[in-house]
């Protein structure tokens, strides 16, 4: 089998990089942003669109298509790519991250994780044995070991019993995985404490992933801190192996992270803010609710070249929306989804042709991040409605 | 001009034809199935997707524009055609159905109608040259007289005054209308009543409009009430003119009312099934969410030739019906209009080659409608939780 990473470039200033990803559905240029479709589909969009958009790879979720419509289904309708209709590269997470959400729902032990479904009550018991073999059978090119994910405020004791559960669980997923066509990614925990993190990357880092993972980020904590750990974890994992920061998508943090070493990158935001009417623009983001859009004749970003921006007013979307128009969540989506993948098209280019510090000095020059207040307010709204609807984090 | 209207094929064994509507915007192969789009949108679908459905006129409603975003709005930003970016031939209801509907919000007079606002209760005033005005700055190919649509069950007496004022009403379209690359149709009521009908169509067909309507029908009266009332009117109506069937959609609608010698059809009832989950075949409607379906390997009619079918098994959709994910009501949606638009297009062609009552027989022999009882239930729920919820019919 061809190697499955190769860096192909790297920038002197930072320790952005950029890379290929070789996987049997195709080949993924890094750095690499994943929509995210975690029930087997990217919410509104058909895999037609999500080539069009510049799509690469897609993040499925084995939780969530373990409870519904089940893994044997989907593996009945010959596994994931053929189910949902997708022939590219295709990532499944293992689902510790939606389990360990789902807070009085579950009981964990050393042996896995008993809980029980948001749907339906039923309850279920999962080992990191099981989930490996779940993600053979849903057949995605890249999947994740089963980790244990605790909220980040728990304190250094409880994230120390968190992260050697997950250590031993990442070696069990290894001895357990058979597909050889499948790449097997460590996720390394240990919150925001620096030595625990350390002490993380440098076990899963001895297992010999060929890929790694950060979990445990971007869920509350500061930027800062968020930068910080990047910093101290990614010098002790292997450089010729790809590196992925989980849950991670805003426009600023993509040019952070990528400059900090990261290849690749997930995250449910442009697509949920895209629904609640949240617009990326290069000055930042923008509400389309907003009464200024309501006869505003051009596009939402004249510099766009996503079909929503080609084809419609920001004032036919300020319509749609308050109409609550289903097109209004796909025009969006469209919009959010493209402007993301073409930032890292472009940081990926700028890497390449050597201009990458000019190309993130004058991006984040110019887009202004939704404060951390604001960004915190709705980070806690949005969780909320979920656990009040006993739904677990994404 | 172009003469808007040709019949260029008819059935010897019935009264059904093919025709050819010319509009400033294209060509419209007839018999011709008009998407409903009220607020300015096919719901979920894009101006490109409707194209590739086949999609020859669309429908856009003058009352929900009037209310959101306001006319003067749309045609500020350039006319209905720019704003919805659509540049085929449209339609513009008048709204008269809509307003009626709204019960007690409402006051009419000879005059014009007073009601408010469904959506904050505003007041406003519409008088026919308004609505008229209206639809010339909002630009439709097609444009429609206002008439008082009264309940179907409403007794003789009520619907003649009904009848009565929609011909003044009609006449005053007429007169304030002014731009001559529109062409506004009359509509005929009557209700059942075979003598009104036949007065109302005798009446309006004197009047000269490019094109003849019939409203008031498809409002819970049983099939074979709509079918005789087709066939007393049609006869007074000019034979070169396009006669258009307000709100008839159901796929065995379409074959009968085509035997009847009817052009034009339009109904939100294919997308609004849709997006309930009731997927129309060969065999008749089918309810996707129905278990049957969960490993359900092929298409949901293989014999089908939309996006949906190509690329999608029973089971995804299923599963994404079951999961209420958006793009469950998009790929239903797209494959319903598909169904009807080539039903249409079969139609036509059946009719131009001399085989339509074969095709008809065939057709009718196969598909077994959704029974009265269950659509008279279906519509009695959805017309209730719309009156509920203060909203129009339609």
Redesign the interface.
């Known amino acids: 089998m061809e190697q499955l990473f190769q860096v192909v470039g790297t920038c002197p200033q930072s320790a952005a990089r950029a890379g290929i990803l070789a996987t049997p559905h195709g080949r993924v240029p890094t750095p690499a942003f994943l929509p995210v479709g975690s ?3 990217v ?6 669109e999500l080539r069009t958009l510049g799509a690469t790879v897609i993040l499925a979720n084995t939780y969530h298509l373990y409870l ?2 089940g893994v044997e ?1 989907i593996q ?3 596994g994931l790519h053929r ?3 997708w022939d590219g590269p295709l990532l499944t997470d293992s689902g510790g991250f939606q389990i360990f959400s789902l807070g009085h729902l579950r009981r964990i032990s050393d042996e896995g994780v008993l809980f029980r479904s948001h749907l339906d009550g039923s309850e279920h018991f999962l080992t990191p044995e099981r989930v490996t073999e779940l993600q053979e059978e849903l057949g995605a090119d890249i999947i994740m070991a089963f980790d244990e994910c605790p909220p980040y405020s728990h304190d250094l004791g409880a994230i120390r019993q968190a992260t050697e559960r997950t250590h031993r669980w990442a070696r069990r997923c290894l001895e357990r995985h058979r597909r050889p066509d499948q790449a097997l990614f460590g996720i390394v925990q240990g919150g925001i404490f620096a030595e625990l993190r350390r002490y993380s990357a440098g076990f899963i880092a001895s297992l010999d992933f060929p890929g790694y993972a950060l979990g445990g980020l971007s869920l509350g904590e500061p930027k800062e801190m968020m930068h910080a750990t990047i910093e101290h974890t990614l010098p002790l994992l292997p450089e010729g192996r790809p590196r992925y920061l989980m849950g991670v998508g805003s426009p600023e943090d993509l040019v952070e992270c990528v400059a900090r070493g990261i290849d690749m990158f997930d995250s449910a935001l442009p697509t949920r803010v895209a629904r609640n009417g949240g617009l990326f623009t290069r000055q930042g983001r923008r509400s389309i609710l907003n009464s200024c859009f ?2 505003w ?1 051009g596009a939402i970003d004249p510099a766009c070249d996503c ?1 929503t921006c080609a ?3 920001a ?2 979307l ?3 929306f ?2 609550e ?3 209004a ?3 969006a989506t469209i919009h959010n989804l493209r402007f993301v993948i073409r930032l890292i098209e472009d940081i990926r280019r700028s890497i390449l042709d050597g201009s990458f510090l000019t190309f993130s000095e004058e991006f984040l020059g110019h887009y202004q991040p939704t404060d951390a207040e604001a960004r915190a307010e709705q980070k806690r709204k949005w969780l909320e409605s979920r656990r009040r609807k006993q739904l677990p984090d994404g």
């Open positions: 029930q087997g589909t919410k509104t969009l058909t895999p037609d519904r419509p289904v009945e309708l010959g189910f949902m209709d309501q006869r004749e079909y084809h419609f007013s004032a036919y300020h319509h749609l308050k109409c128009e289903l097109l969540y796909r025009l």
